[in-house]
C-alpha cells in the first residue's frame, strides 16, 4: 500500500520533477512516470490534444482506447456514471494495484481517451509518483505505457528514452518500476466481469473475488425471501 501519511521524502532530483511534471500537465503536455506495474505516459484526461499526441508519440491505432489513472475512489465519479457493485467490490481488493477497470463513460470524458467507445478504463496504482501528481492536479490523468504500440513495455526511465526521446516533455526517473508486468483488465460493464487482459494480477484471483461477491448477493436475495 503507498503511504497515505501526507508525508513523501523525495530527493531533490525527484521532487524537482515531480514539480515540473505538475507545471506540464497543466500546459497540457505530456510526461512519462514509473507506476507499480511500468512506466506510464500520461496526460490531462480531459485534454483532447494531450490525448491526440500521446497516441502520435505511440504510434498508437486509434480504434484503441487508453486508460485513466486516479488518485482514489473519490475522483472515479469524474470519469465514469455508474459503478456496479462487483465492480466496487473488485476495487476494494484490488485498489490501489494492477487493476484496470473498465466501465461506463461519462459525458466529460473526451472520445479521444475512449476511442469514440462508451467505456473508460480505469485504476488506481500502487506507486507514489503518479499518485502525488494526480492529487496536485486536481484532476485524472491518462495513464498508458510509455512504449511504442507492440514494442516491450519500459519499466526504467532509460527504457522509455530509447523509445520514445524527446518526443515527450518529460520523464520522472525513480529507478525500475517494482512490478514489471502490466496491469490486468477487467469489463464489468455487464452482469459478469469479462477479463479482457491477463496482467500482474492472475485470473483466478479475479474471479474468487467476483464469485465471492455473486455468491453473498445470492444469500442476501434468499434470506429476504425474493
Not at 57 to 67: S, T
Not at 142 to 151: P, V
Request: hydrophobic letters at 40%.
Amino acid at each position: 500500500m503507498p503511504d497515505t501519511s501526507g508525508v513523501v521524502i523525495w530527493s531533490a532530483r525527484v521532487a524537482s520533477q515531480i514539480d515540473k511534471a505538475v507545471e506540464i500537465l497543466k500546459a497540457g503536455g505530456i510526461v512519462a512516470f514509473p507506476t507499480d506495474t511500468v512506466y506510464g505516459l500520461g496526460g490531462d484526461a480531459f485534454n483532447s490534444e494531450a490525448a491526440e499526441r500521446i497516441y502520435v508519440v505511440k504510434q498508437r491505432p486509434r480504434y484503441l482506447p487508453v486508460p485513466v489513472l486516479v488518485a482514489d475512489v473519490a475522483q472515479v465519479a469524474a470519469v465514469t456514471d455508474s459503478v456496479s457493485d462487483v465492480a466496487q467490490r473488485l476495487m476494494k481488493h484490488f485498489w490501489p494495484g494492477g487493476l484496470t477497470l473498465v466501465l461506463p463513460k461519462a459525458a466529460s470524458v473526451p472520445d479521444s481517451i475512449t476511442a469514440g467507445g462508451d467505456k473508460v478504463a480505469i485504476r488506481i496504482p500502487n506507486h507514489i509518483a503518479p499518485l502525488t501528481i494526480i492529487r496536485r492536479l486536481g484532476i485524472p490523468i491518462i495513464g498508458t505505457s510509455a512504449n511504442i504500440s507492440h514494442k516491450p513495455s519500459a519499466v526504467t526511465a532509460q527504457q522509455v528514452e530509447r523509445q520514445l526521446g524527446k518526443q515527450i516533455d518529460l520523464i520522472v526517473d525513480m529507478g525500475r518500476c517494482p512490478g514489471g508486468l502490466e496491469s490486468t483488465v477487467v469489463d464489468v460493464t455487464g452482469e459478469m466481469p469479462v477479463i479482457l487482459r491477463q496482467g500482474v494480477i492472475p485470473e483466478d484471483e479475479i474471479r474468487r473475488v467476483s464469485e465471492e461477491h455473486t455468491r453473498e448477493v445470492d444469500e442476501n436475495a434468499h434470506c429476504s425471501g425474493l
